[in-house]
């Protein structure tokens, strides 16, 4: 069992910069790919990046490379996401969710956080 909970979540100026992080409870953090995703009202929870347990491997959405960097801290059990030059429609809420592969695929994420809201004005 994995649990998460995201964090650094808050209301910026669009070109601002956000830190994301997801910290875990267990000893099996370091045994998982790991992933971020966000949802916007009323609409499916869309795949932002993903890496592998050792950090080597990553995977980003076409549409966020270059913007969102994914990284993790095994030793802090920790995953994060770094956001810059934010724009009104990053608005969402984001999860970060645990997967025994590295994949795009939601269905793949078995323990997910809470969310955390990001509120990007113009």
């Known amino acids: 069992q994995v649990q998460l909970a995201e964090s650094g979540g808050g209301l910026v100026q669009a070109g601002a910069s956000l830190r994301l992080s997801c910290t875990t409870s267990?000893?099996?953090?370091?045994?998982?790919?790991m992933g971020w995703f966000r949802q916007h009202p009323g609409k499916e929870r869309d795949f932002i990046a993903t890496i592998r347990d050792n950090g080597v491997i990553t995977d980003d959405a076409d549409s966020m490379k270059g913007r969102f960097i994914i990284s993790r801290d095994n030793a802090k059990n920790t995953l994060y996401l770094q956001m810059n030059n934010l724009k009104p429609e990053d608005t969402a809420v984001y999860y970060c969710?645990?997967?025994?592969?590295?994949?795009?695929?939601?269905?793949?994420?078995?323990?997910w956080g809470q969310g955390t809201q990001v509120t990007v004005s113009s």
């Open positions: 969710a645990a997967s025994p592969f590295l994949t795009k695929d939601i269905r793949q994420y078995f323990y």
């Open positions: 267990g000893r099996t953090f370091s045994s998982y790919a």
